[in-house]
């Protein structure tokens, strides 16, 4: 019955883990990402020029896989310069793809 216990413990420990993961992404997207891919960002005024408009926001797309988003940050892509590790830490990095990209590797 302990092992239960200690089971259901860790098992809800997981997702509120998960949760705050997930939060942290959010946040770390606002405050670091979000001054140039908010509506009214330059990146989601270039993004509108080459794909739909409707998914420019990054927030709003469904097709961002998190090693897609590491990379492009890291190397920048297109008009977006490369982010350096002293701008976004690696883990940082990692929240914030994880956060734009669902959970989709």
Not at 27 to 41: E, F, N, V
Not at 66 to 94: K, Y
Request: proline residues 4%; hydrophobic residues 45%; aromatic residues 4%.
């Amino acid at each position: 019955m302990k092992w239960r216990t200690t089971a259901v413990a860790l098992a809800a420990l997981t997702l509120v883990t998960a949760r705050a993961a997930e939060l942290d992404g959010q946040a770390l997207y606002r405050q670091k990402c979000a001054m140039c891919h908010d509506i009214s960002g330059m990146g989601t005024g270039l993004l509108a020029r080459r794909l739909d408009p409707a998914v420019a926001e990054l927030q709003k797309r469904s097709d961002l896989g998190a090693a897609f988003v590491e990379r492009a940050a890291r190397v920048g892509l297109l008009n977006m310069p490369p982010i350096t590790r002293a701008d976004v830490g690696d883990s940082e990095l990692r929240a914030i793809a994880r956060y734009l990209s669902r959970g989709k590797p």
